[in-house]
């Protein structure tokens, strides 16, 4: 086993995930990334961090990224589920299908890393789990957005269901709500400049930030925004 922390990041070739795993490394974290696609990763990355296959729509690839992760470290300290899938369509235009697709991605998937992860976030002591969810979990913007609203807003339910589940075993959970972030999936559903966005290197510096808190000051919810809207 080592004496670094070991987190795993899901969805971290690009974007937020990126982020966060570099925030990491900085900080002596030994980071495992998974993704559908390992040579996707940023060179750097690539170096310094586990590789995994994953994919959040194989119900087998949690368990398998947990068992390699395990036997590569030999312990896991944080999960990090920031894989997500945005299928800009209304409440009435969304299919079941897409509605299925979004609910697999950003709703079992993270609970299912968590499932598969928990022994070991007990045994550490302080254990933490992070979503990376959405100000859509916490409110619908606009009519394009409700679709994934309805499982964003289920994400964030699956973050506190969890937060109680592991208060008294010393693991501790929380949601990261950005909104507009400057990633691509923010650059295809709106026009604004990247700089009017917020940065993923300042999420990632709030998720280190949410690591670090003892077991003693615990938050559940950490709503980010780069505008002023009606209430976040």
Request: proline share 4%; charged share 20%.
């Amino acid at each position: 086993m080592i004496d670094r922390r070991v987190a795993l990041v899901s969805g971290a070739n690009r974007g937020i995930g990126a982020a966060i795993a570099q925030e990491l490394l900085a900080r002596d974290w030994a980071v495992s990334i998974g993704v559908r696609r390992p040579n996707s990763v940023p060179g750097e990355l690539q170096e310094q961090c586990h590789l995994q296959a994953y994919d959040a729509a194989d119900r087998t690839s949690e368990a398998a990224w947990v068992q390699a992760v395990v036997e590569r470290f030999g312990r896991i300290d944080a999960v990090i589920a920031n894989a997500g899938l945005m299928i800009p369509k209304s409440a009435i235009e969304a299919e079941d299908e897409d509605l299925d697709a979004m609910l697999e991605v950003n709703v079992k998937a993270p609970l299912r890393l968590a499932r598969a992860a928990w022994p070991q976030l007990v045994a550490c002591g302080r254990g933490r789990v992070v979503t990376v969810a959405s100000l859509s979990g916490k409110r619908v913007k606009a009519a394009r957005s409700g679709a994934y609203s309805v499982t964003k807003f289920a994400a964030l339910a699956v973050s506190h269901a969890l937060r109680h589940a592991g208060w008294e075993q010393g693991v501790r959970t929380i949601a990261i709500c950005p909104g507009l972030v400057a990633t691509d999936m923010a650059f295809g559903i709106s026009d604004k400049a990247p700089a009017e966005m917020t940065d993923p290197k300042d999420v990632a510096r709030i998720v280190a930030f949410a690591l670090d808190l003892p077991n003693t000051a615990s938050v559940s919810e950490i709503p980010i925004n780069s505008s002023l809207d009606e209430s976040y």
